[in-house]
């Protein structure tokens, strides 16, 4: 059973769920090691990505956010919990492109971004602590 931590897949998931590139990232089911490749950026990690980083049997691909239900759903019950009376407001804000960065800025006004930001590290830890559980992989949580 490989080990990774939670830090390095919390930046691969960050890494998979970028909007501007097709990045991927897969976890080798043997070492637990991470491969970071860059989509149309062409970039990749400092090591070469091995050739059959696609085989399923071998490598595990890294969920993005959305995978994980860490999107536009885990800001909707942050707002029904922290920002009841701007829920609908909230919800109209993910109708249009810009969301997070007007909903970020609501979270500013309201003095609340730091509580979003435990907020989505905490519920992030915790569907990465599952969905490690359900591929076979330990998670290691650095203290």
Not at 119 to 135: F, I, P, R, V
């Amino acid at each position: 059973m490989p080990t990774v931590s939670l830090d390095q897949l919390q930046g691969a998931v960050e890494w998979v769920s970028g909007d501007i590139f097709d990045n991927e990232a897969y976890i080798c089911r043997q070492t637990g090691r991470i491969y970071w490749i860059g989509g149309d950026s062409g970039m990749i990690d400092e090591e070469a990505v091995p050739e059959d980083v696609h085989d399923n049997d071998k490598y595990l691909p890294v969920p993005d956010k959305r995978d994980l239900d860490l999107g536009k759903q885990l800001a909707f019950d942050f707002a029904s919990q922290y920002l009841a009376q701007y829920y609908d407001d909230v919800r109209d804000m993910f109708r249009r492109k810009g969301a997070y960065r007007r909903f970020k800025a609501l979270l500013e006004q309201k003095e609340l971004i730091e509580e979003w930001y435990r907020y989505s590290d905490e519920h992030e830890a915790k569907a990465l602590a599952k969905w490690c559980a359900t591929k076979g992989v330990t998670l290691e949580i650095s203290a």
